[in-house]
């Protein structure tokens, strides 16, 4: 397990930019490909921050930095748009397999 927490100020930072996905959770799912490891029931999916379950639709790929770590790298994570939208930075534990480095701007 990782501790991480929301990564301040990434709002302008759009997936396009960076990659040719229209969006991070895009980019999560089609690079990542570890939409199984999270927990789910049938049509709902466990925020790994909340906890709290949502259709997939309500998730974004939130932007994260790892806590303790001298790793300085933002990583895309899927969260429900309530905890990434918000403005709460309190540190959670991750499956660090669940994490996929956000790439070098094009």
């Not at 397990?1 to 927490?5: A, G, N, P, Q």
């Not at 049509?43 to 909340?50: A, H, I, R, V």
């Not at 480095?101 to 094009?106: Q, S, V």
């Given at each position: 397990?990782?501790?991480?927490?929301n990564?301040?100020?990434?709002?302008?930072?759009?997936?396009?930019?960076?990659?040719?996905?229209?969006?991070?959770?895009?980019?999560?799912?089609?690079?990542?490909?570890?939409?199984?490891?999270?927990?789910?029931?049938?049509?709902?999916?466990?925020?790994?921050?909340?906890?709290?379950?949502?259709?997939?639709?309500?998730?974004?790929?939130?932007?994260?930095?790892?806590v303790?770590?001298?790793?300085?790298?933002?990583?895309?994570?899927?969260?429900?748009?309530?905890?990434?939208?918000?403005?709460?930075?309190?540190?959670?534990?991750?499956?660090?397999?669940?994490?996929l480095?956000?790439?070098?701007?094009?």
């Open positions: 397990m990782t501790k991480v927490k990564a301040p100020n990434t709002g302008d930072l759009k997936a396009p930019d960076y990659t040719e996905y229209s969006s991070w959770i895009e980019y999560w799912e089609t690079e990542n490909s570890r939409l199984l490891l999270l927990d789910w029931n049938k049509w709902l999916y466990k925020c790994p921050k909340c906890g709290g379950l949502f259709a997939w639709s309500k998730f974004d790929g939130a932007h994260v930095i790892k303790y770590s001298i790793d300085s790298k933002k990583y895309i994570l899927p969260l429900c748009q309530g905890c990434n939208r918000g403005k709460d930075e309190t540190p959670f534990d991750i499956d660090n397999n669940l994490l480095p956000m790439p070098n701007k094009k």
